[in-house]
T-cell receptor, first 114, second 110 residues
C-alpha cells in the first residue's frame, strides 16, 4: 500500500524555470493538500482540493498553480520559480471521519531554486 | 485566521523521563486537535488526535485537551532516544485542512 506518492524527491531549478510536482494517493480520499515547510515557519498550506474538480487557495498560494487531475492525482506547478520558493513540499490527503481528520503525508519533495 | 503556538524548544529530557509538550490555539471554536511526529528529513506522521476535553491515552502517549484554556498537551512516558524528533501540534481548519504550529524539537538523552 503506497499511500501518498510524490515526485520528484529532489529538484534544483534556475530562477525563472517552471516545473510541476506530481502527487498521487491510493487511499480513495476526497481531499488533497499541498504544504510547504521552511525552517522556523512550520507547515503552511499552499492549495487544497476538497474533492475532485475543486481547488482553493491556502495560506501561501502566490507563485503556484494546482490541478486536481482526478480523484487520485493533485499536481502543483511553479510557473516561474523564485529563490523564495526553495522549500520542502509535502502533498497530503485525507478523508473526514466524524470529528477526526487523519491527514496522511507523502515523503516530501526538496526543491532548490538558484 | 486560526493560529497554533508551540514552544520551539529544544526540549531535552533524560531517557525514561516524562516529556511534556504544549500547544495553545487561538480559535475557541476549534473542535479537533492533532499531534504529529516528524523525524529530521522525513514527513510528519500522526501520533494521535483528540476532540473531547480530558485525556486520551495510546501506549506511552497521552494527549490532554482543555478547551476552556485553549490548551493541548502531549505527554510521552518512559521517553526513549528514538522519541527524539520534532512534534507538531495541529488544529483542523474549516475546509478540513490542518493548521500547524511551528513544532517543538524534543531530544531524549541516553
Amino acid at each position: 500500500n503506497a499511500g501518498v506518492t510524490q515526485t520528484p524527491k529532489f529538484q534544483v531549478l534556475k530562477t525563472g524555470q517552471s516545473m510541476t510536482l506530481q502527487c498521487a494517493q491510493d487511499m480513495n480520499h476526497n481531499s488533497m493538500y499541498w504544504y510547504r515547510q521552511d525552517p522556523g515557519m512550520g507547515l503552511r498550506l499552499i492549495y487544497y482540493s476538497a474533492s475532485e474538480g475543486t481547488t482553493d487557495k491556502g495560506e501561501v498560494p502566490n507563485g503556484y498553480n494546482v490541478s486536481r487531475l482526478n480523484k487520485r492525482e493533485f499536481s502543483l506547478r511553479l510557473e516561474s520559480a523564485a529563490p523564495s520558493q526553495t522549500s520542502v513540499y509535502f502533498c497530503a490527503s485525507s478523508e473526514l471521519r466524524g470529528s477526526g481528520n487523519t491527514i496522511y503525508f507523502g515523503e516530501g519533495s526538496w526543491l532548490t531554486v538558484v | 485566521q486560526k493560529e497554533v503556538e508551540q514552544n520551539s524548544g529544544p526540549l531535552s529530557v533524560p531517557e525514561g523521563a516524562i516529556a511534556s509538550l504544549n500547544c495553545t490555539y487561538s480559535d475557541r471554536g476549534s473542535q479537533s486537535f492533532f499531534w504529529y511526529r516528524q523525524y529530521s528529513g522525513k514527513s510528519p506522521e500522526l501520533i494521535m488526535f483528540i476532540y473531547s476535553n480530558g485525556d486520551k491515552e495510546d501506549g506511552r502517549f497521552t494527549a490532554q485537551l482543555n478547551k476552556a484554556s485553549q490548551y493541548v498537551s502531549l505527554l510521552i512516558r518512559d521517553s526513549q532516544p528514538s522519541d527524539s524528533a520534532t512534534y507538531l501540534c495541529a488544529v483542523r481548519g474549516s475546509q478540513g485542512n490542518l493548521i500547524f504550529g511551528k513544532g517543538t524539537k524534543l531530544s531524549v538523552k541516553p
